[in-house]
């Protein structure tokens, strides 16, 4: 976390998933409780350091060291937590101080600090000990959505690989020397991170299916999961099959997984170094370590879908089963984290493969175009979720002039376009394609995802196939003979949405005369699917309020938006 990452937070206030706690060298006696809430609850972000109207006081820098010790001990501690949670506190420099950042993930448990149940309503941390209602709707939602926490009664100690309990130390003890985790037996290790836990509605205790995913051995996992494995391969020459493999496809525990994959990658793509300050970063390692960790720890493990890695000569493609929080493009600017296995993310962040809740999709957007300059990756929350990892990069803007002809407008909005296209990125496989093969990929696709977006109103007999494109008289030229009506004024405006633009500039654009119209039939459709937003959505009537494109907008104008 940096600190804009921080002033953003900072700037958003207390609320169901922030909290602020002044704090000079000792730990708030509240902490815990809000810990715990978090916890129970859709996980949050303690900054201590800040009072409760948002100003920074900053903490003692003398008791940073002391700070984090005390609450990494207490974490770990049943007397004060109960079944123990790990976090790593780190601080963030502000310009008025220094600020301690404690990111808690929802847990797969309830917890519990010093006998008392706590729930995160609103800014609040609510004693929930004796409403047998709410306590008994927590267990019913985490049971239901962390699979990973499903309590297997007959998996035993002899059903795991102890090799990999020293594989994990040594693993934990090259990233952090001082971790808990090294200093207790096999079994503790299981207990301390909740892989070996007791469901407290039915009494049932026991090893979990995360445990078996970390620790156990393969005739283990494929016997729980007998569908379960994840593919890599290499399809550059062979479209259809591949040019590489990892053979067989690999079903073991998701520590050697990880090791697997990531050096597959590293066998198959360039290194490429960068000064960051005056640490030299890989940048290979810096984004797969991220996109590799996050696909093994956001996976559905209860799905029979298998996980599927494939490198490409112009992208890396990886889809997961998932167990979807919304549906849609992911903005890396905007968006809310949330854990999927948080007790796997804790193995994976003590190895030091997984930074904070989010880490993997802000840093990804960061070091990527670095390693590919100009580039930005695509990240697809659906029932599978999608990485697309560009390894070539081109925009839309080299064909403003053809595109501004085509569309055929009131006026000339070359310029408009040239600047609005350069951050609407072709599909990697379109890196080198002319403009016709341009229009070719991108018609079928409006159409394939407009015609399903049913506020969109697509026109069903719009030309889509290639055959039908190439029977329509200047088709390349005038996008009037191309596309139906509505769909026309759709993609039209989107286009001229890529750079901040009035009402009254859309109307002229289209010579459109009746404002009321126009808004009903193209900017609500647009608008209520998230295409499009005002520049200042506080303030509609701002009679500055322009309109400008959405991610999720970006992604339909460029052809690779998916739906399940």
């Not at 167990?323 to 809310?336: K, Q, S």
């Not at 003590?350 to 999709?361: L, M, V, Y």
């Not at 229009?439 to 969109?456: A, D, E, N």
């Not at 009254?504 to 998230?530: C, H, M, Q, V, W």
Request: charged content about 25%; overall charge negative; hydrophobic content about 40%.
């Amino acid at each position: 976390m940096d600190l804009q990452q921080l002033q953003q937070i900072i700037n958003q206030g207390e609320g169901l998933r922030i909290e602020f706690k002044e704090a000079t060298d000792t730990v708030p006696g509240s902490f815990y409780e809000t810990v715990v809430s978090f916890s129970n609850t859709d996980g949050g972000v303690i900054l201590l350091g800040v009072d409760d109207n948002g100003i920074v006081k900053g903490i003692n820098r003398d008791a940073t060291t002391k700070l984090q010790k005390d609450i990494i001990t207490a974490l770990n501690s049943r007397d004060c937590i109960n079944p123990p949670v790990y976090v790593q506190p780190f601080t963030v420099e502000h310009p008025d101080g220094l600020v301690m950042v404690i990111q808690t993930p929802s847990s797969s448990q309830l917890h519990d600090h010093k006998g008392i149940i706590y729930s995160r309503e609103f800014e609040v941390d609510i004693d929930i000990t004796n409403n047998q209602h709410k306590v008994s709707d927590i267990y019913l939602r985490k049971r239901n959505f962390f699979t990973e926490s499903i309590i297997y009664p007959h998996l035993k100690m002899e059903h795991l690989d102890a090799a990999l309990f020293e594989k994990a130390r040594q693993i934990i003890r090259n990233n952090k020397s001082d971790h808990p985790w090294l200093l207790v037996s096999d079994e503790q290790m299981l207990r301390d991170s909740t892989l070996w836990c007791i469901d407290f509605q039915t009494g049932e205790e026991g090893l979990t299916l995360a445990a078996a995913l970390i620790f156990g051995k393969d005739s283990t996992i494929q016997s729980i999961l007998p569908a379960y494995k994840v593919e890599a391969m290499v399809r550059i020459l062979n479209k259809d099959r591949w040019d590489d493999r990892i053979n067989p496809p690999l079903r073991t525990n998701l520590i050697d997984t990880y090791l697997r994959l990531k050096q597959f990658i590293n066998d198959k793509l360039p290194e490429k170094f960068y000064l960051e300050g005056d640490q030299r970063i890989d940048l290979r390692d810096k984004i797969f370590r991220e996109v590799i960790g996050n696909a093994i720890v956001h996976r559905e493990y209860t799905s029979a879908l298998s996980t599927e890695m494939i490198i490409t000569d112009t992208e890396v493609r990886i889809t997961n089963p998932n167990r979807a929080y919304f549906h849609g493009v992911i903005n890396a600017n905007g968006f809310n984290p949330h854990p999927k296995n948080p007790n796997i993310r804790k193995f994976f962040t003590s190895f030091g493969w997984t930074d904070e809740i989010g880490s993997g999709i802000r840093n990804t957007n960061k070091y990527l175009p670095l390693y590919v300059p100009g580039a930005k990756p695509v990240f697809i929350e659906n029932d599978t979720f999608v990485t697309e990892i560009p390894l070539v990069f081109a925009t839309l803007s080299k064909f403003a002039d053809k595109w501004n002809k085509w569309l055929e407008l009131n006026g000339n909005f070359s310029i408009h376009l040239s600047a609005g296209f350069t951050n609407i990125a072709l599909p990697a496989v379109l890196s080198n394609a002319s403009w016709t093969e341009v229009l070719l990929f991108l018609v079928p696709s409006w159409h394939k995802i407009g015609t399903q977006l049913k506020s969109l109103d697509w026109p069903v007999n719009q030309f889509f196939t290639k055959e039908e494109i190439e029977k329509v008289p200047c088709w390349t030229e005038k996008g009037t003979e191309l596309l139906r009506k509505k769909a026309w004024y759709l993609i039209a405006i989107l286009s001229l949405c890529t750079e901040p633009m009035k009402l009254k500039d859309l109307l002229f654009a289209f010579n459109y005369k009746n404002e009321k119209t126009f808004r009903d039939n193209y900017i609500k459709p647009l608008r209520s699917l998230g295409f499009i937003s005002l520049t200042n959505e506080d303030k509609p009537t701002d009679p500055e309020n322009k309109y400008i494109i959405s991610e999720q907008g970006k992604v339909f104008l460029s052809g690779q938006f998916h739906l399940e």
